[in-house]
């Protein structure tokens, strides 16, 4: 048999196969189907339109309304309210407001996401979830509707690029700095319909929070799906998940239907991270046949900025240069863990955002959010000066509580910077880790963190 990379092993096991080959169309069951308010209306629309009257599985679909709740206006309500109605008839895994979070923070965090597992969201970003070694992708709504109809997808089995990274992370630097640096190297179409494969003693040292960075902005560089091995620091955070899925910030108010989903995944998910430490598929076979291999000495990195309008538009902050801004946001599904807060509340605490802007924090989830105001972090950010906003996509595709105006700069922690993501076309967005974004506050201009401190 030839060597399997990971992703190719999981796909494998997913379709009853012990190996797949790349470019083949093969069907596989998958173990998690996601969809949020702006993407689940379509999908429920399809859905109903197959005549099916349920769904797969209950337990294996989930539904969390983060872009435009609490509901902006009346059109978003309304898409909330339909995916509401859907989740409590089918009996969903189902997150409200004020029990949720952004979904690619959400979902790892209360243990819905398992290594090995395959899951597929109607969102891009749904890649997030390979942090914790699953094959995770992003499809259209009509996709997802099948997938919640059938429990299952086809796809094209994608090949595999490998990246190493050798070499101590300075200072500053971390997961969002390997990723922009990486795809500022191969462009936005470098992994197109590929697998990213990360590897390297520096992604060893990587913890989790800058991990999920990663696998969430390989779709940035036009990826099928980003992959990472399980390890120790993959299985500490499966514990501590599993202790999350029933969680009083979950549990209160939540409809018996709803919560009888969630214990009874809770109590598959935990039985399934007692056994991972024997888990089998947990990395590529030596012999695993790449598309290419990267590799890259990240010992003397510099924190990355992305200039307008591409994710790939990049170059370290000594070269920035003098660029003033109307508004910072940090958070968003890449860096609003309570990781990525505390780095910006080092640099935050006890001094002043700059008058010339608006600092917009968005803790990625109410645990995020409840674990940031027991360490103080909350009250750092608004004595200097900032707004916490509650979980919201919001700012980030230009929804709401962030749009930015025609001129207007804003630096972002968020993924995305193209044309008119953030509001205007006419305004510019800039991507960068929560160090430059924090120091950028304060400034009022894009900082290194070192001048910021």
Not at 76 to 85: C, G, N
Not at 92 to 115: C, K, N, S, W
Not at 256 to 278: E, N, Y
Request: hydrophobic share 40%; glycine share 10%; proline share 5%.
């Amino acid at each position: 048999m030839a060597g399997q990379t990971l992703a190719e092993k999981l796909l494998a096991a997913h379709c009853g196969r012990e190996e797949v080959s790349v470019g083949e169309f093969i069907n596989a069951r998958v173990d998690l189907v996601l969809a949020n308010d702006i993407t689940a209306p379509l999908a429920i629309t399809e859905f109903q339109r197959l005549g099916v009257s349920r769904v797969f599985d209950p337990g294996k679909v989930v539904m969390v309304p983060d872009h435009f709740c609490p509901g902006k206006d009346i059109p978003s309500a309304e898409q909330a309210k339909l995916m509401k109605e859907f989740a409590k008839e089918q009996g969903l895994v189902y997150f409200e407001v004020g029990r949720m979070g952004i979904e690619h923070v959400l979902l790892p965090e209360q243990g819905l996401v398992l290594p090995g597992q395959v899951i597929v969201g109607a969102d891009s970003h749904t890649c997030t979830y390979g942090a914790l070694g699953a094959f995770a992708t992003g499809m259209g709504s009509t996709d997802i509707a099948v997938a919640m109809a059938t429990g299952e997808i086809w796809l094209k089995v994608p090949p595999t690029i490998k990246f190493v990274y050798h070499g101590k992370l300075p200072k500053w630097v971390g997961g969002k700095d390997l990723i922009l640096y990486t795809i500022g190297d191969i462009g936005v179409d470098g992994a197109l319909y590929s697998v990213m494969e990360f590897a390297g003693e520096a992604i060893d040292e990587l913890d989790m929070d800058g991990r999920f960075t990663m696998a969430n902005m390989a779709i940035e560089a036009g990826a099928k799906a980003g992959i990472f091995y399980v390890d120790a620091k993959t299985e500490e955070y499966l514990h501590r998940a599993a202790a999350n899925r029933v969680s009083s910030i979950i549990a209160r108010q939540t409809p018996p239907v709803i919560m009888s989903q969630v214990s009874s995944m809770s109590l598959r998910g935990a039985s399934a991270t007692k056994q991972s430490q024997s888990y089998t598929i947990s990395q590529s076979n030596e012999d695993a046949q790449y598309a290419r291999i990267y590799e890259y000495d990240v010992s003397k990195l510099e924190p990355q900025v992305a200039f307008p309008s591409l994710p790939s538009n990049t170059r370290p902050v000594s070269q920035v240069g003098e660029v003033k801004l109307d508004q910072v946001v940090i958070g968003g599904c890449t860096n609003g863990r309570i990781s990525d807060l505390r780095v910006a509340a080092k640099l935050i605490q006890g001094r002043k955002i700059h008058p010339d802007l608006r600092c917009i924090i968005l803790p990625g989830s109410q645990q995020v959010y409840l674990e940031a105001l027991r360490e103080g972090l909350i009250e750092d950010f608004i004595k200097a000066g900032a707004v916490v906003s509650t979980p919201t996509c919001g700012p980030c595709l230009g929804g709401h509580m962030g749009v930015l105006a025609a001129g207007e700069r804003c630096l972002s922690t968020t993924n995305r910077n193209f044309v008119g993501r953030m509001g205007s076309p006419e305004s510019e967005v800039y991507l960068a880790n929560p160090a430059v974004a924090a120091a950028s506050a304060i400034l009022g201009r894009i900082a290194s963190p070192e001048e910021g401190i």
